[in-house]
């Protein structure tokens, strides 16, 4: 018979997940902020043009080029692309919603571990795709490979020549915010996990109650069979004599030992 799995619906810690949906709200207001103003390209085309410059990754002027002499158009790094812009301003902002959702849920007592540990896992993946992307790889130029955005890897001096070391700053603190809200709803997500694992007192209520809803449906008589045995048992007939009762038998022995009846039997009565 296929039963349920039994689930709390209740947090172990629920001091811990008020102070981490604190910290989600800190991290959420700033990534908002910053992606914010980094839509749809305030700096990113610059930081790309400063590690062109230094050898570090591809150029963007390669399009231009590929433009101009009627080749190929090559693929932007994801790194560099206005998606990932935009991916890291929608991520910000549906957390910003499931925050909300959540403080309300969590205060009509119906925030549940099971629908908590689902949408922290969802969003975990989604900023750990926002991390991979800000510090992801460029390849698109065989002759400048970049594994990791120089600047995540390298100091903001670089930038200093151009007048962009405070968008490099505001890069670095936008990938430290990504990490932040990853490793806050990464910790949400294990929570949710812990909570749902009932303790051994739990599982032996549940199985109690799993058991008395077995017996309230098929309810077993005194003589250990159920219902439906009785039901295909054939019911035995009843014997054809008349059976005695200690009244009927009572009646019976007075009605043969009143005189009156013995007088009216020898035909002394009534001459």
């Not at 709390?8 to 992606?35: D, H, Q, S």
Request: glycine letters at 6%; one cysteine or more.
């Amino acid at each position: 018979m296929f039963t349920i799995p039994h689930f709390r619906r209740k947090w172990r810690f629920p001091n811990v997940l008020i102070i981490l949906m604190i910290l989600e709200l800190g991290g959420t207001v700033a990534g908002l902020a910053l992606f914010g103003i980094a839509d749809p390209d305030l700096f990113r085309t610059r930081l790309w043009t400063v590690g062109a410059n230094n050898g570090f990754n591809s150029s963007p002027t390669e399009i231009l080029y590929a433009y101009a002499n009627h080749r190929p158009i090559p693929t932007i790094p994801f790194v560099w692309s206005q998606t990932l812009t935009s991916f890291n301003v929608a991520i910000s902002v549906l957390s910003m919603f499931i925050l909300l959702v959540k403080v309300v849920m969590f205060t009509l007592h119906c925030w549940y571990p099971i629908l908590g540990t689902i949408t922290n896992g969802i969003i975990t993946v989604l900023w750990v795709v926002s991390m991979y992307g800000q510090m992801g790889p460029d390849h698109s130029d065989p002759e400048h490979p970049s594994n990791i955005a120089w600047y995540i890897s390298k100091s903001c001096t670089y930038a200093d020549a151009t007048g962009d070391h405070h968008f490099c700053v505001m890069a670095k603190g936008t990938f430290a915010t990504t990490v932040l809200m990853m490793v806050i709803f990464l910790l949400n997500f294990a929570l949710g996990v812990y909570s749902l694992i009932p303790s051994a007192a739990e599982r032996a209520a549940s199985k109690i109650d799993v058991d008395d809803m077995q017996m309230k449906s098929s309810p077993v008589s005194s003589d250990g069979r159920s219902d439906k045995e009785w039901e295909m048992k054939p019911v035995p007939r009843q014997s054809q004599k008349v059976p005695y009762t200690p009244r009927t038998l009572a009646f019976n022995t007075l009605d043969r030992q009143l005189p009156l009846r013995a007088g009216e039997s020898d035909g002394r009565w009534g001459r």
